[in-house]
T-cell receptor
Framework: GENVEQHPSTLSVQEGDSAVIKCTYSDSASNYFPWYKQELGKGPQLIIDIRSNVGEKKDQRIAVTLNKTAKHFSLHITETQPEDSAVYFCAASIGGSQGNLIFGKGTKLSVKP | NAGVTQTPKFRILKIGQSMTLQCAQDMNHNYMYWYRQDPGMGLKLIYYSVGAGITDKGEVPNGYNVSRSTTEDFPLRLELAAPSQTSVYFC????????????FGPGTRLTVL
């Protein structure tokens, strides 16, 4: 079946450094790629998304890049802060725009002050 | 606007017992989803609904049932609980399917002993 691989599973950075999380997907029809942040004891929350007709998208300290040829996309967080500490999930739509999402296994990011 | 609400927050079941996890949303979303989250395994889709009266299986539907009699409510039924169903369950809703923000509830932590 279709799947999304996410790396690394854990990531520890110093406050102020950058963090990068990478995902690869298998479904060539995928065209929507969201990133979710999950804080301890809470449900996931969308932080940024990108569609297949765009190569990069930025929102303040967060950016996402997409390489459709290589079937991979990445989340970049610059100037990390302790409140960025959380689990991050990437996802990809299955079967195009009318399909459901398939999620990666998550990356636990720790930002040390 | 409460978003997506789930009850209960925690529950302990004995093997063979049954229970219903409640989910409600007040955003008038057509699409609703049930996921389970196991440690290090990301989110797996159990069932989803595209509107009142219409439901379909996701990736891991065995041992669960759902119904959708109204736009707002999407309960998940566990029959004959098994230890393998120990997990955190999240309900989500979205305006569009496969290419839109999914709004998650706070989750239900279920333990089957």
């Amino acid at each position: 079946g279709e799947n999304v691989e996410q790396h690394p599973s854990t990531l520890s950075v110093q406050e102020g450094d950058s963090a990068v999380i990478k995902c690869t997907y298998s479904d060539s029809a995928s065209n929507y790629f969201p990133w979710y942040k999950q804080e301890l004891g809470k449900g996931p929350q969308l932080i940024i998304d990108i569609r297949s007709n765009v190569g990069e998208k930025k929102d303040q300290r967060i950016a996402v890049t997409l390489n459709k040829t290589a079937k991979h996309f990445s989340l970049h967080i610059t100037e990390t802060q302790p409140e960025d500490s959380a689990v991050y999930f990437c996802a990809a739509s299955i079967g195009g725009s009318q399909g459901n999402l398939i999620f990666g296994k998550g990356t636990k990011l720790s930002v040390k002050p | 606007n409460a978003g997506v609400t789930q009850t209960p927050k925690f529950r302990i079941l004995k093997i063979g017992q049954s229970m219903t996890l409640q989910c409600a949303q007040d955003m008038n979303h057509n699409y609703m989803y049930w996921y389970r989250q196991d440690p290090g395994m990301g989110l797996k889709l159990i069932y989803y609904s595209v509107g009142a009266g219409i439901t379909d299986k996701g990736e891991v539907p065995n041992g669960y049932n759902v119904s959708r009699s109204t736009t707002e409510d999407f309960p998940l039924r566990l029959e004959l609980a098994a230890p393998s169903q120990t997990s955190v369950y999240f309900c989500a809703s979205s305006n569009l399917r496969g290419r839109d923000t999914q709004y998650f509830g706070p989750g239900t932590r279920l333990t089957v002993l």
